[in-house]
């Protein structure tokens, strides 16, 4: 996935990114991408709890807390990353998110795991894997020290 970034940052000439991560695992696959890439701005962490389109059937989730952006995001090249995308809309909820800090130049969109199941025509730049799930299972990223990559089935309800 590092490789695949890198080129697609030299491809777009891209000479400096600031990354942006997804709580949670996106943000621990987007601290392991600067180091990896050599990235110097410090890694922001968005919380789209707020920006989601189904907010209203979920309710409010117990663990909110507020996105930090140590950087401007007005014409800044942000690279968004996110542990799994599926649906594609957190990344869209993000990018609403990011919309009000400022506008960006551009946004790149990595994602470690593309389960391919889209709702709205959002897709990654780079992909680390493409899986196939099941109907009861789901993909979680533990971490943040080792990143592991778990298959679990989800009980009945």
């Not at 050599?38 to 389109?53: M, N």
């Not at 799930?133 to 993909?139: A, E, N």
């Amino acid at each position: 996935m590092t490789d695949d970034l890198r080129e697609h940052i030299n491809a777009r000439g891209l000479s400096s990114l600031c990354p942006v991560g997804i709580r949670t695992g996106g943000v621990w696959v987007a601290q392991a991408l600067r180091e990896r890439l050599g990235i110097q701005a410090e890694c922001g962490e968005l919380d789209i709890t707020f920006y989601r389109d189904d907010f209203s059937r979920i309710g409010l989730h117990p663990r909110v807390s507020p996105s930090r952006l140590p950087f401007e995001t007005e014409g800044q090249h942000l690279l968004l990353v996110d542990d799994v995308i599926m649906s594609g809309r957190t990344i869209r909820a993000a990018m609403n998110e990011l919309f009000d800090y400022g506008r960006p130049e551009s946004i790149t969109l990595a994602a470690l795991v593309d389960l391919g199941r889209r709702e709205l025509p959002i897709q990654p730049d780079v992909t680390g894997t493409h899986e196939t799930l099941g109907p009861r299972q789901r993909i979680k990223l533990r971490g943040p020290e080792s990143l592991e990559l778990a298959v679990e089935e989800v009980p009945d309800a």
